[in-house]
């Protein structure tokens, strides 16, 4: 059986080494000998492992359940999917993640980021859940004691699995509104008390420990448990107590599975409510500082942001080549400037090139997007290994993290069902194509980690006025001097960019001014999304112009190549004319805004 999964790795090595200039980066000292022929090999082997062993099980699992057992308080996997689990535990991919040892070489965040696009894209479930744990790894040996640092070992060690344990019932996107508390000890451990859900592999049977990280209120002790975010600290809680010395599971802890839930996809990946402390105590131990809760798992959060973006770019990326590959085969009608000649495959009618290019240039834009964003990181890493730290690099990653979570989850969302399935017409709402599939799976990165309207409050409120516009002011800068060059055979695409430039800066300049007024706040927020997503448009679109432009010089040399980079140029032109004047939509619509639909009565929606 073929492998559901298509990959675009002549695309990652076309933004990496000809769009963004990584062979120089990549020659730097931090990466030792990392090159650009090291990389090709990494990327090419990642492919050859998704596509194979990783991809193998993504369909059939998905209709296979979980069963749960009540009176154990255990969640079991299906066996095809454990066994891919751990094929992947013990691949060697995972170790790209975790933080070098002595002898190991720096990976580059960026060449990382396209392996974990490869892993996304071909089997979501397996490294979403799985590469926290060099997060979690990182976090521990951090700010942890001796003894946390060395569970951290045998995590790391014994590939034990890690969760993130936010959300109650009554705290989604209102973190601060948490319950659960944290009773202090004699001995110097804490007690866990109250009820966490939408745990992501909250249990399971794939390895013999799982180690959660708990947010929670210190309680009974003098200026801890106050309300709101500040009086939550993060405590190390695992499912079974452990012996440091041998790195033995012992008995079981206090924490019980007491949910699972049902889910409109990634029905694989186990959901759980968990309920700490009813028939035994929930023993755990303080992470750091008291209070420091939730800065410390947002150093996760961070991460597992990008990742859901990544997860979402990289499944519209293979729903897009399926969505080609079926056009290209599908005959059927008649070209509407030649009613009589033959049929021909559908590829050939303008609707269909329309939604073609609406998926590609989306899709490879959002991955210019996400390596643009690690390649700062990979500045920052070489920075780091001189000693001293790129702070403009850093905060520009930061500022691109909201838009990459909120816009390509959205956008995946949105193209996947609107035109990827459309593709394939009645055919694409079967089970003999993945595309239903990729839609449900994706539906959930718009949710998780923060919905995208959480997002667009971070980026407005956080990334632009906290920051007084400087990381913003920066990146545009940058656009404006592209925009500004009016580039030979691209002068129609430098314009439209500066078109969209000035909208989007008067966009931001009208919700930072309602934004800093407390009687026009509310206006403020309900164009924060519109922003978010016209900054996705703004810099894809950047991206995109620049991609065409070095592709486009690119072709005298192309030999064989000479499509993919026609493809290119074609893509950026299209993303100037369809995506960049989205920009100047929402600005109109901002500039029109009214109280009436934020002060109207909820009993007359």
């Known amino acids: 059986m073929s492998s559901h999964y298509r990959a675009n790795v002549r695309d990652m090595e076309f933004v990496l080494f000809e769009l963004l200039g990584s062979r120089e980066r990549y020659a730097g000292a931090a990466f030792g000998e990392i090159d650009q022929a090291a990389a090709h090999a990494v990327l090419t082997e990642a492919e050859r492992y998704a596509s194979g062993k990783l991809a193998g099980t993504f369909s059939d699992v998905d209709a296979e359940p979980l069963a749960f057992d009540v009176a154990e308080s255990a969640v079991r996997l299906p066996q095809a999917f454990r066994e891919t689990a751990l094929d992947y535990l013990e691949s060697g ?171 409109l996809g990634l029905s694989v990946n186990p959901t759980c409510e968990l309920t700490f402390g009813v028939d035994e105590p929930a023993v755990g131990t303080l992470l750091g500082d008291r209070h420091a809760g939730i800065s410390q798992m947002f150093e996760i959060i961070k991460h597992v942001r990008m990742l859901v973006g990544v997860k979402a770019m990289a499944t519209l990326s293979t729903g897009y080549l399926h969505a080609l590959d079926y056009a290209r085969s599908r005959v059927q009608g008649r070209p509407v400037s030649a009613k009589d000649g033959p049929p021909v495959p559908i590829v050939e009618h303008p609707d269909i090139r329309r939604s073609l290019f609406a998926q590609k240039a989306h899709a490879e834009g959002m991955r210019a997007l996400i390596l643009y964003a690690a390649s700062q990181q990979d500045r920052v890493e070489l920075a780091r290994h001189a000693g001293v730290f790129d702070q403009a690099a850093d905060v520009r990653h930061q500022l691109l993290l909201p838009v990459i979570k909120g816009y390509c989850s959205e956008t995946a969302w949105r193209l996947l069902g609107q035109e990827s399935l459309q593709v394939f017409g009645g055919s694409g709402y079967l089970k003999d194509y993945p595309l239903e599939q990729y839609v449900r799976d994706t539906k959930v990165d718009a949710l998780y980690e923060g919905t995208t309207g959480i997002q667009a409050l971070d980026l407005v409120g956080r990334k632009i006025v906290r920051d007084d516009r400087a990381a913003l002011d920066a990146l545009l800068a940058e656009v404006s001097a592209t925009a500004e060059a009016d580039l030979a055979g691209f002068e129609t695409e430098c314009g439209l960019l500066r078109t969209a430039l000035a909208d989007f800066e008067a966009l931001t300049a009208l919700v930072v001014r309602r934004w800093t007024s407390a009687e026009d706040r509310a206006l403020a927020a309900q164009d924060c999304t519109p922003l978010l997503m016209s900054l996705g448009d703004l810099v894809i679109g950047w991206l995109s112009l620049r991609a065409s432009v070095t592709a486009q010089a690119a072709l005298a040399g192309a030999a064989g190549e000479r499509e993919f980079y026609l493809g290119k140029v074609a893509a950026g032109r299209w993303f100037a004319r369809y995506g960049l004047p989205r920009v100047s939509a929402a600005l109109r619509g901002a500039e029109h805004a009214s109280p009436v639909f934020t002060e109207l009565p909820s009993s007359a929606l």
């Open 93 to 263: 991919w995972l170790d790209l993640e975790l933080p070098p040892r002595d002898d190991e070489e720096v990976v580059p965040p960026s060449l990382r980021w396209c392996v974990t696009e490869l892993m996304l894209g071909a089997n979501p479930p397996v490294p979403m859940g799985l590469n926290v744990i060099a997060q979690v790894v990182r976090l521990l040996t951090a700010h942890g004691t001796d003894e946390q640092k060395r569970l951290a070992e045998l995590i790391r060690d014994r590939r034990w699995m890690v969760t993130m344990v936010l959300t109650e019932p009554d705290a989604g996107s209102d973190v601060g509104a948490a319950r659960t508390r944290a009773h202090p000890q004699e001995d110097g451990s804490w007690h866990i008390e109250g009820v966490k859900r939408f745990i992501t592999y909250g249990d399971h049977d794939l390895t013999e420990n799982i180690v959660h990280l708990v947010l929670a209120r210190p309680a009974g002790v003098e200026g801890a448990g106050g309300p709101g975010t500040r009086g939550l600290s993060l405590f190390v809680v695992p499912k079974f107590h452990v012996d440091l010395d041998t790195g033995k599971c012992l008995g079981r802890n206090g924490v019980r599975v007491t949910g699972l839930e049902r889910k």
